[in-house]
């Protein structure tokens, strides 16, 4: 911060600066330093925060060309327009901005954001589908049930039988989490097929036949025979969404066999494709939506259309309408699932912006320096006396100001000017001058 602006309590500065894939944008002033971290590869293009800025700071980028490989950001910024509000962050859906304050900063209300969350309820064993599903990697799962060599060490030269039922078996994973005997084999995850695992194998040269693991299985597909040693444990542990990395993508509900899974969403709409434009997409060429979906609900049917979408798992955040170069989808929302606007000064601006991205009417506030005044028509000058000065009590009123002038430095004092009433005001001044 230059020395001109440590001395103005009332100069405030911006930079920039480049941290990898992060774009760290400061906002300084004499008594704080606001950051706003942009990550562009995390940001999808959808362009949310780019039609809500109430300044018109964001702008976005060319996604046709982003979307199917070009190194650029999907957003850039014009710092100067930027006023630090926070809407770009607090309504990304997929969290590519995140905003961070130092110093000495008023109170101030908490601003709305997304009311949407993924939350395990009581049906949750847990188990390990959702974790393998999830394709942002935003769950993780901590068992905290005793494994089988705690209860029984491995037995050498046991014998008996292992068979597993293929038909009852959901591939929940709590067999191999408890035993090293059991392996799931992984398969690729498609839209269509969500699914992580495609088999369960049993390496019985690591097998005892202790028969905890046909007694662990929730769905009674583990049949052995053998000597039982031991009682297997309870199905216990802990689920836990990453917020910052979790979409709402609903991938970890669709393979849940338990419905165990909540999901609210960001948003409420319409994911549709438009028939007369679906033939001229070209998926194996283009792959623009399928590069940008926080959803990954885009795939290539086997018959039929060239292109097909899961829409249950979409957000409807629109970043595939950007990219697509043939206007082969329309996303429309009908409802923004949103946390309450505090009565704030700013609270008309937020509330419009909460509804301009269902509507897509943006009112931008006035924030032209200019104003334009009508010409007043001459008026005769009039003679007017002045007062006479009273040169003590003049002196007087000079030391008070003088002694007053520091109490604007102050940020609390200047809040109250703008919001409390005069009398609460006159009060607290003088206190603070006695």
Known sequence: MSEECRENSLCVEKDMDMDGSHFIYRQISSKSI??????????????ICVDICPTKALELGPMQEISTGLDAPPVMMDLEKCTFCSMCTNFCPVHAFKMTEEGELPEKEEFPTFDSYVRMNEKCLPCALCKAACPEEAIE???????????????????????????????????????????LVEKEKTPTDPQPFDMLLVDEDKCDYCVLCQDLCPEDAIKVKGEKRGEA???EGKVTVDDEKCTRCTWCQVVCPY????????????LNLIDVNVDKCD?????GCFNVCPSHLWYVPEEGAKIAAKSDYCTYCGACVNACPKDVMTVSRIKVNHTPVPDSPWAEQWKDAIDSMVTGKRNYPDVSRTLEVEPEAHKEHVEVELPQ?????????????????????????RMMIEKEDPEKLSDEIKKRLN
């Open 34 to 47: 606001k950051f706003l971290d942009f990550d562009y590869k995390r940001c999808v293009g959808c362009g």
């Open 141 to 183: 799962v901590e068992f905290t049930f005793p494994k089988k060599e705690e209860i029984a060490p491995f037995k050498e030269d046991a014998e008996g039988e292992i068979e597993i039922d293929t038909e009852k078996c959901n591939f929940c994973g709590l067999c191999a989490e408890f035993c090293e005997a059991f392996l």
């Open 233 to 235: 444990p309870e199905i």
């Open 259 to 270: 419905d165990a899974v909540d999901i609210k969403k960001q948003f409420e709409g319409e």
């Open 283 to 287: 998926p194996q060429g283009c792959h």
């Open 389 to 413: 000065v009273d040169g003590s009590l003049l002196k007087l009123a000079k030391e008070r100001i003088e002694k007053a002038k520091p109490l604007l430095d102050n940020v609390k004092l």
